[in-house]
Every structure is written in structure tokens, then in C-alpha cells.
């Protein structure tokens, strides 16, 4: 079967790439918010990471889309809080927190659920286009 290859068609494939980057990113915070008070139980151990999403472009169908490519570990240093009681802590008596604030993983959600609905409009006006266009042919 022949593939039509058309410019709403490609702006569709874009954008739906950008919806399952921006759906993994989600995920990611998601994940990322889950875990803030995540400690180690081990007298001295780490406690959870935040995770960072990477992208990287992509070709798809006949344009450049995006992906998530990997996701890596953030390196800021955790917090501390002091509780001799906690069974993480160390022989100070502080425990290492999350280096996740809750705040910033809320307003990155915010930014990809907008990018997310974004994109979902793109494919939603490049439908209605094909619509039209169909209608105008059919005269």
C-alpha cells in the first residue's frame, strides 16, 4: 500500500512525538514527587535521587520529532536533617534527605502537562485541516 506523505500528516507524527516525550517526563516527575521522602534505611546511606529526563531529537515521519533519550540522576547535593532516632542516620544523628523539592517537580508538571495539551492541539488543528480540505474537495 502506497504511504501518503503530507505536511499535516508530518506535523501530526512531531507532535505526537513531543506527546510521549512529554508523557515519560510526567512519569518522571511523577516518580520524582513519589519519592521526596524516600530515605535510606541503612545508617548512612543514600536517600532517593531525583531523576532528570534528557531528549534528544528524532526523525519521524519526514520532520524532527523528539525523544527521551535517557534519564540521568541529578547530582545536587541532599539535605540533611538531624533525627538520631531515624534508622538512616548516621552516627551524628543526621539523616541525608531527598534532593527533591516538591515545588519545582510541581511547576515542571505544570510546564509538561501545557506542553503536552499543546501538541495534542496541533494534531487536533491538523485533523480539523485535513477535514476541511476533504470538504472542499467533495464540492
Known sequence: MPQINSQTATAQAVAASALRAQQARMRII?????????????????????????????????????RLSRVEPDQKAFKQEFNPGHPGADATGYVKMPN???????????AAQRAYEANLNVIETARSMDSKTLDILKR
Open 100 to 110: 527533591v523539592e516538591t515545588l519545582v517537580e510541581s511547576l515542571d508538571m505544570r
Open 30 to 66: 511523577a516518580e520524582n514527587i513519589a519519592n521526596a521522602d524516600s530515605t535510606a534505611r541503612t545508617p548512612g546511606g543514600d536517600p532517593y535521587r531525583r531523576q532528570n529526563p534528557i531528549f534528544e531529537p528524532h526523525a519521524v515521519g519526514g520532520g524532527e520529532g523528539v
